[in-house]
């Protein structure tokens, strides 16, 4: 009789499928790269402040705390008010445990694929440039009052990443997580973006915190 061959049906590079392998891919290929030194850095310092918040409550409020940073205190600086420019990026849009897990991950994503790319120092400099200008919009522009966050400055990054388009390839992986393409990691940042807005408490202020980094995000990339 003769022998019948089975081909494998192609996996579409949306489908669930292929979706959960080429996250595994990613983690995989991650695990052999340096650390991104400015991205853990940062990680490591968000994950102190939420220590610090399980341990006086009182401080979940950034008004409270005196954390977040306004209009005054970025358009006419004031030494005295050191610690809203040092702690406002590191308290969280909204308080939550999913939230502050995906935000990470955003993070950490973009550290290993677009720090990877262009180096600690550049990756430092637009990491710094698209918080303030993004912090610079919120406020002048009165869509928040008192601005906190990392957020708009990872939505901002996830344009840059799309633009730059770093790519992983799957052949040194085990058979049963290749994928017949390049992996590319912006996709899966524009996913969990958008997870972040749709679980959004307040989604006004979380829609234009994610417009405002959209925004800046894209005029850098297409300048």
């Not at 002048?140 to 990392?150: E, K, V």
């Not at 085990?174 to 996913?191: A, G, T």
Request: proline share 8%.
């Amino acid at each position: 009789m003769p022998e019948v061959v089975k081909r494998e049906e192609p996996i579409s590079a949306f489908s669930p499928s292929a979706l959960w392998r080429t996250a595994v891919v990613q983690m995989e290929v991650y695990r052999d790269r340096p650390a991104p030194a400015c991205a853990l850095l940062l990680f490591l310092a968000a994950l102190s402040s939420s220590v610090y918040r399980l341990c006086k409550p009182e401080t979940m409020d950034p008004q409270v705390a005196g954390v977040c940073l306004p209009w005054d205190a970025l358009f006419v600086p004031n030494p005295s008010k050191w610690q809203r420019y040092l702690f406002h990026a590191l308290w969280p849009l909204e308080p939550g445990y999913i939230r502050a897990f995906l935000t990470n991950m955003v993070l950490i994503v973009e550290g290993y694929a677009l720090e990877y790319e262009v180096g600690t120092a550049h990756f430092t400099g637009l990491l710094l440039g698209l918080h303030l200008a993004s912090a610079a919009v919120l406020l002048h522009f009165r869509f928040t009052a008192c601005h906190m966050s990392l957020e708009p400055m990872l939505v901002a990054m996830a344009a840059v990443v799309h633009r730059v388009n770093p790519k992983l390839h799957s052949d040194g992986c085990d058979k049963s997580i290749r994928v017949p393409f390049p992996v590319e990691p912006r996709w899966h940042l524009w996913i969990v973006l958008g997870l972040l807005l749709l679980i959004a408490a307040n989604f006004p202020q979380a829609l234009a915190a994610h417009g405002v980094g959209l925004t800046v995000g894209a005029v850098l990339a297409l300048r």
